[in-house]
Structures are given as structure tokens and as C-alpha cells.
């Protein structure tokens, strides 16, 4: 492939992975057909998605990708500063900070944040954004660096406040940004400022004590009950 090929294909993957990102985090990945996103991204050909990334669950890959990447940089810089940390603030600040720092840099408005909680409703396409994260060795060096300094739970109630901690990242990001691009105020001022009150916010639900399950009732009151 000549040089100028490949950057006119650099191009249009770019242009539609634009468009795609736009698109579906406005009205929702299944919501939005290749031919939309062709047209949006100026593309004659209607085939175009289909022949630059081959399926759906593809081409919402080839946007994790494209942005994990940048997310992956950023955190590798902050785990240079906090390694041995012991400090649940630190790496709760891993976890957050990478994603609204790459959220600072795009500009305004943005589309990523909405787009992946879009893509966190839906079980098939959120093992996607599951499955890149798990190979993401920056990822894997925070949780690891939890597990070290995060109190002691049970195993349920560990992994409910994981769900808890992500789904707030995910909905309170998406949030700012759906507020940036309409011109509504914010909370806060900038997306540093909404890292902090995310990281606050996650700290918190990570370190509360956990209430003891209440005692089962005897048989016989359940029998009462029942009757």
C-alpha cells in the first residue's frame, strides 16, 4: 500500500470511528446503523463501516481502543508517583484521574464518557470495554495495589461497592459531559475538580463499614407469619 493510500484510509477509519463515537453516545449503539454512521462521516459508500472494521461490537472496540490507549499513558505516569502507596486515595486516583485527564485533553465537546456508559447498558458490547480493561497491565497494577490497602470485607459486599465505584465513574463523567456540550453549569469547574469529588466519593464508598447481616428469624416466627 502506497504511503498516500494508507493515510486516506488513516483518514476515513478516523472519520468514521469520529462520527461512530458522536452518534452512538447521542442516541445509543443499536439505536444507530453503519449507513448513518457512513453518512456522518462523509463517506459515500454505505459499506464503509462494515469494510473498514467488519461488525458493530468491532467498530465499538476499535473507539475503546483508540481512547484506552491514551488512558493507559496517563496512568502509567500517576503509578510512577504512587507505587507502594498504602493510601486508598492514591489508587482510587489511578482510577479515575487517567479518565478525566484524556477527557481534559480532547476539548469540548466530547463524546467518549457518554458513549461508554451507552455501551455499559448493554451486557454483550460491556464485555467488550470489560475485556480490553483486563488487559490493560497498568489496571491490573491499581487493583492490585487496592487489594493491599482496602479494609477488610466480605466477598459480596467487595464486589458490590466495586459495581458501585464504577458505575459512579462511569454515569457522573458522562453526566459532565452531557452538561458541557449543552451549555448547562456544572458542579464543578473542570474535569480535575470533578476527579476530586469523584475520588472523595469512592474513598468513601470503599472504606465504610459494612452493617452485619441481621440475624435470621426462628422458624417459628416465619411460621406465624406464613400462617
Not at 90 to 101: E, I, K, N, Q, S
Not at 144 to 161: F, S
Request: aromatic fraction near 4%; hydrophobic fraction near 40%.
Amino acid at each position: 500500500m502506497s504511503a498516500v493510500r494508507a493515510a486516506r484510509v488513516h483518514a476515513t477509519r478516523e472519520q468514521i470511528l469520529t462520527a461512530a463515537e458522536r452518534l452512538f453516545a447521542e442516541q445509543g449503539v443499536y439505536a444507530v446503523s453503519n449507513r448513518q454512521v457512513s453518512e456522518a462521516a462523509g463517506q459515500g459508500n454505505n459499506a464503509a463501516v462494515g469494510y473498514h472494521f467488519g461488525t458493530k461490537a468491532d467498530l465499538v472496540r476499535a473507539i475503546v481502543r483508540k481512547h484506552s490507549d491514551q488512558v493507559e499513558l496517563q496512568r502509567a505516569r500517576m503509578l510512577a508517583e504512587v507505587e507502594g502507596s498504602t493510601e486508598v486515595r492514591d489508587w482510587a486516583g489511578c482510577l479515575v484521574r487517567p479518565l478525566t485527564g484524556h477527557l481534559a485533553t480532547l476539548g469540548s465537546p466530547t463524546w467518549y464518557a457518554r458513549f461508554a456508559e451507552q455501551v455499559r447498558t448493554d451486557p454483550a458490547l460491556r464485555k467488550i470495554m470489560t475485556d480490553e480493561a483486563l488487559t490493560s497491565p497498568t489496571l491490573r497494577r491499581v487493583v492490585d495495589g487496592l487489594q493491599r490497602c482496602l479494609p477488610e470485607l466480605p466477598a459480596g459486599v467487595r464486589a458490590e461497592r466495586d459495581e458501585m465505584a464504577g458505575q459512579l465513574m462511569a454515569h457522573m463523567c458522562a453526566e459532565r459531559e452531557r452538561a458541557l456540550a449543552e451549555g448547562r453549569p456544572t458542579a464543578r469547574s473542570s474535569w480535575h475538580d470533578a476527579a476530586t469529588g469523584l475520588i472523595d466519593a469512592i474513598v468513601a464508598i470503599w472504606t465504610a463499614p459494612a452493617t452485619p447481616p441481621e440475624p435470621e428469624a426462628p422458624e417459628e416466627f416465619k411460621e406465624g407469619i406464613s400462617s
